[in-house]
């Protein structure tokens, strides 16, 4: 089974947002994501937020060394119950790669904001943001070469009506 941890921002009780008594205490200006989501143009936030995009988004199949492991298991169980099985997990992968490759875009324009952090926060903002960079990247190519490896586009055997299955 595939398996995904879920997050959610934790708070101890109802957020109140105080008005700003006077013109000093503006809220945060905000932007706006590909998708038209507003947020706050906030290096932290923004940071923050897409960390807890990229948990929920990872698989918890442990140490990237036992991430073939795990694939050829959910594969051999697909193969067990039948083709529209493998054509349902062959497709959870495509689906999950593309959804890595929309958070790798939403991390390459998380800066495209002023920052007026010290230069402190910024080298750990930009710590953080390196490091699900990396997570990302690495379980994208992943699920692109097991898709490549196992349904590729030019087929030799035909494993599911959805994609096509290399055999050796």
Same mark, same amino acid.
């Given at each position: 089974? +595939?398996?995904? =941890?879920? @997050?959610?921002?934790?708070?101890?009780?109802? %957020?109140i947002?105080?008005?700003? !008594?006077?013109?000093? *205490?503006?809220?945060?200006?905000?932007?706006?994501?590909?998708e038209g989501?507003?947020?706050?143009?906030?290096?932290? +936030?923004n940071? =923050?937020? @897409?960390?807890?995009?990229?948990?929920?988004? %990872?698989?918890?199949?442990?140490p !990237?060394?036992?991430? *073939?492991k795990?694939?050829?298991d959910?594969?051999?169980?697909?193969?067990?119950k039948?083709?529209?099985?493998?054509?349902?997990?062959?497709?959870?992968?495509?689906?999950?790669?593309?959804?890595?490759r929309?958070?790798?875009?939403?991390?390459?324009?998380?800066?495209?904001?002023?920052?007026?952090?010290?230069?402190d926060?910024?080298?750990?903002?930009f710590?953080?943001?390196?490091?699900?960079?990396?997570?990302?990247?690495?379980?994208?190519?992943?699920?692109?070469v097991q898709?490549?490896?196992?349904?590729?586009?030019?087929?030799?055997?035909?494993?599911?009506?959805?994609?096509?299955?290399?055999?050796?």
């Amino acid at each position: 089974m +595939f398996y995904r =941890r879920k @997050l959610e921002a934790q708070t101890s009780g109802p %957020q109140i947002t105080p008005l700003p !008594e006077t013109e000093s *205490e503006t809220p945060l200006p905000q932007t706006r994501n590909e998708e038209g989501i507003q947020r706050p143009s906030d290096l932290a +936030f923004n940071i =923050r937020s @897409l960390r807890l995009d990229v948990t929920n988004w %990872q698989y918890e199949w442990g140490p !990237e060394s036992l991430w *073939e492991k795990t694939f050829h298991d959910e594969l051999s169980a697909a193969q067990e119950k039948g083709r529209a099985y493998v054509d349902r997990l062959l497709d959870k992968c495509d689906d999950h790669a593309y959804e890595g490759r929309r958070i790798l875009s939403d991390l390459k324009f998380v800066a495209e904001i002023s920052c007026d952090n010290t230069p402190d926060e910024i080298r750990d903002l930009f710590l953080q943001g390196y490091e699900m960079v990396m997570a990302v990247t690495f379980e994208v190519k992943f699920f692109e070469v097991q898709l490549d490896r196992y349904a590729p586009c030019v087929p030799t055997t035909k494993l599911s009506k959805m994609r096509h299955y290399f055999s050796r």
